[in-house]
């Protein structure tokens, strides 16, 4: 029997949610037939070390944002020799690093919004209202504050918790779309509707924080484009296994011009009510077989 050892918990302001989706997927892999061991991930390298040993065949990465989503983790796996779900050590580190994705998707053709990283005291002196600031190296949302047409720029220094730079961009206004990719394949789109200015922390995982629709009204052309856009961001990175890369579309310009793809998510929330296994349900592919088919792509490597 396979013995999997799920990692989740760890050290970034997503410490919740990874538990949720750690525990969600070891469930599931129980259910698959798995010898299933759940890892709570802390600061205790050694500990964790410790867990690892012996070696399991898979280690199955539940963990979100930094630490366990950035590379970190990954590299210690390879050191230690032990094959993992999701991407490898330098696609992870570029998609967590949102700078840094954001040329690689621009290199190959991919409208982002206008945007660049500033220093904390120039974050509000860059675009007119409305415009975003983000974290360069956060997942879910966290830290992002929106300035609306007309809004006061709000206080933001070293107190921050996020470091001294931001990514600022242009406010796209519209509709959220999303797409999971694996293994480089699309496997769906879905349109997101939350109450919310936008698609944040709150709508994505409180209780009744937004609606999913698939299908949606969206025109057959600007899904296939956000599907052929999703897959080229997770090939630009040099992801594996499964992503989800997340968009605005601006249904007030024609056509396809108003797709923008905001990030791609190397390790996207994975309970049985979030996005990509809703996506991959959609597609004739429950939970249990979902995550069999993750562990089945675990390696070592890029």
Known sequence: MTRVSVLMGGLSAEREVSLSSGKACAGALRRAGFDVNEIDVTSDIQALAVALSPKPD??????????????????????MGVPYTHSGVLASALAMDKAAARTAFQAVGIQVPDGQVAALEDAHDIYPAPYVVKPVAEGSSVGVIIVPEGGNRPPIGQDWGFGV???????????????AVMNGRPLGALEILSEAEFYDYDAKYAPGGSRHIQPSDVPADVLSASES???????????????????????SKPGTDGLYLLEINTQPGMTETSLVPEIAENAGIDFPALVTLMVEDARCGP
């Open 58 to 79: 898979v280690a199955f990465n539940a963990l979100h944002g930094r630490f366990g989503e950035d590379g970190c983790i990954q590299g210690l796996l390879e050191l």
């Open 229 to 251: 856009a999703a897959v080229a961001a997770h090939n630009a990175l040099g992801c594996r296994g499964i992503t989800r890369a997340d968009f605005r579309w601006d249904d």
């Open 165 to 179: 730079e931001a990514l600022v961009e242009r406010y796209v206004p519209g509709r959220e779309l999303t797409v």
